[in-house]
């Protein structure tokens, strides 16, 4: 489907956008790839593996989701948008709390509008686990954000954009997460642990990326897509990197969770279940129609069903990750 056309990654040059280019230029015949961030400099050393001598439909603009007039220019006749630019650190954010509000829910906002009044056909968002029951500035940004774009389908009145939300949890390897945090410490001999309970469900990147472009086909508006993944202890993740060093209990950080959720109890009354994956759907009269047209393999989840790492069914291996991390 993205063959002639045009497509947009905000935070384009980020770990999630570089394997989604990578995997749109490898798979499709795109008209135009548009890589939208603010560092240049990510941008410059993009470009040596993806340059636009190679690969004549790519673009690089600079540009913030905070401002709306380059925003304008940038989805002039785009088809589609993928918004992946977003303030993702925890203690940054808690640190820097208006800065994460200016960018995740001002900068969603700015996304859905010009989006709308330039007829983008679809947008899909990336969430993150966070955003359930939050209990972290980042995680309760990124449910305003998901709740803006759902309820977009609303506000988009008669026009034809619609827009979609995926998420997922953490990715094998992704720039600041712990996974490349213990390869480094690994050689001091000990990893620090802050609670050895603690659980977090996992997806590689590539999985994540062939997920999103997926949903562009399947998505009507409206809908949370939320991947079947499997979650992992966090003394196995430490054994799979570095099976003798030792480890330091140093205690749970502020705006963690022991394990996390993708799909609460409550959003459980609204949320149906495919082979692979689930959908959050929303509270749209209109919305049923549009689903049930597309969609007609699927089934309620039970009541009170919880999507938790901790009481998840699929569970990684030490073998399976050491498996995962050759591959970053």
């Not at 939208?36 to 989701?65: H, N, P």
């Not at 007039?69 to 925890?90: C, G, P, S, T, W």
């Not at 997806?203 to 979650?231: A, D, Y």
Request: charged letters at 25%; glycine letters at 6%; proline letters at 4%.
């Amino acid at each position: 489907m993205f063959d002639d056309k045009t497509i947009l990654i905000t935070g384009g040059t980020g770990s999630f956008g570089r394997k989604c280019t990578q995997t749109i230029l490898k798979r499709y015949k795109p008209k135009k790839l548009i890589i939208f961030s603010r560092d240049e400099l990510k941008q410059f050393e993009m470009a040596q593996t993806f340059s636009a001598d190679k690969y004549s439909c790519i673009r690089y603009f600079i540009g913030d989701v905070r401002d709306k007039e380059r925003l304008y220019r940038a989805f002039y006749n785009v088809d589609y948008v993928i918004h992946a630019a977003a303030l993702k650190q925890v203690p940054a954010a808690e640190y820097n709390p208006f800065e994460a509000v200016k960018t995740n829910i001002i900068g969603a906002q700015n996304i859905i509008n010009v989006a709308i009044d330039q007829k983008v056909k679809k947008v899909i968002a990336l969430s993150t686990d966070k955003a359930v029951n939050p209990i972290n500035l980042y995680g309760a940004t990124k449910l305003c954000s998901d709740k803006l774009f759902v309820s977009a389908n609303v506000y988009v009145g008669k026009e034809h954009t619609i827009f979609s939300v995926v998420r997922y949890g953490n990715v094998v390897g992704s720039r600041g997460s712990v996974i490349p945090f213990f390869i480094k410490k690994k050689n001091t001999g000990t990893l620090p642990i802050t609670d050895p309970r603690m659980t977090r469900f996992w997806i590689t990147l590539k999985q994540g990326v062939n997920f999103v472009i997926e949903r562009f086909e399947r998505m009507v508006g409206g809908e949370i897509f939320v991947p079947k993944i499997p979650s992992m202890n966090i003394m196995d993740l430490a054994k799979a990197i570095s099976p003798e060093a030792k480890t330091e209990i140093t205690g749970i950080r502020p705006g963690e969770k022991l394990d996390e959720v993708m799909i609460s109890k409550d959003d459980s009354r609204h949320t149906v279940e495919f082979d692979d994956y689930y959908i959050i759907m929303p509270v749209f009269h209109f919305f049923e129609k549009r689903f049930n047209n597309k969609n007609n393999n699927c089934k309620p989840v039970e009541e009170g069903f919880e999507y938790n790492s901790g009481t998840n069914k699929q569970w990684l291996t030490v073998e399976q990750l050491q498996e995962m991390i050759k591959q970053i």
